[in-house]
């Protein structure tokens, strides 16, 4: 692609990052903003910046959050009881849009992929466990897509926490395999988590 202008190239360059925008769908969106008043890239750049500096990661659940305990932990008349364990924000939103559940969330931050080099040190698994040992916990419901991923991770967490007294459960498959939370309608994934099943079953029907 030839540029009359270095300035454009950049702007196509750098947007051109993002995932699933190609150089040509980079060049409209830029081209869109010239067309666009300055004020409005100013408002755009300005959320990106905002956003990347002073966004946080609850220290409860590891949700993308404004405040250091965000607002689902700190809701007293959610069962904090109940953890149901998703791979990112993504999974919260689509569950939270259900309206069925009233327990917290764990975010993972992805799942196990030996494959792409995720181990289990680099996912949020570690400060789940210490959570179930310190008590307060009556049941983790897993809620991760059923790929073989989400399968793995889901027994490895399985594995660490068997030995405690805390019921684990999985979440109903009206979810066909592989399918992702975030795009399952929500009637269908609100009635999955409210018909989940014990995860020993949902274990040994795999
Ligand atoms: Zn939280």
Do not use: W
């Not at 300055?38 to 959320?47: I, P, V």
């Not at 789940?128 to 009556?138: F, P, T, W």
């Amino acid at each position: 692609m030839e540029f009359s202008s270095k300035l454009l190239e950049n702007a196509v360059k750098e947007m051109s990052q993002l995932p699933g925008i190609g150089k040509r769908t980079a060049l409209r969106l830029v081209l869109h903003l010239l067309k666009q008043p300055k004020e409005q890239t100013g408002f755009l750049s300005q959320a990106l910046t905002t956003m990347r500096e002073e966004v946080k990661f609850c220290l409860s659940c590891h949700n993308i959050s404004d405040n250091t305990i965000c607002e689902i932990c700190s809701n007293k008349s959610r069962d904090h009881s109940v953890i149901c364990i998703v791979e990112d924000i993504r999974d919260v939103m689509a569950i939270e849009n259900t309206g069925q559940f009233r327990g917290v969330y764990h975010v993972l931050g992805g799942k196990i992929s030996p494959i792409d080099g995720v181990g289990p040190s680099q996912l949020n698994i570690f400060s789940l466990v210490e959570k179930v040992k310190l008590g307060g916990v009556s049941e983790i419901i897993f809620a991760l897509s059923s790929t073989m991923e989400g399968d793995t991770t889901n027994f490895y967490i399985y594995r660490q926490i068997q030995d405690s007294n805390v019921i684990t459960s999985s979440i109903a498959r009206g979810i066909s395999v592989g399918d992702e939370l975030e795009y399952a309608d929500e009637v269908t994934l609100g009635r999955s988590i409210l018909q989940r099943v014990p995860f020993e079953s949902a274990f040994k029907n795999n």
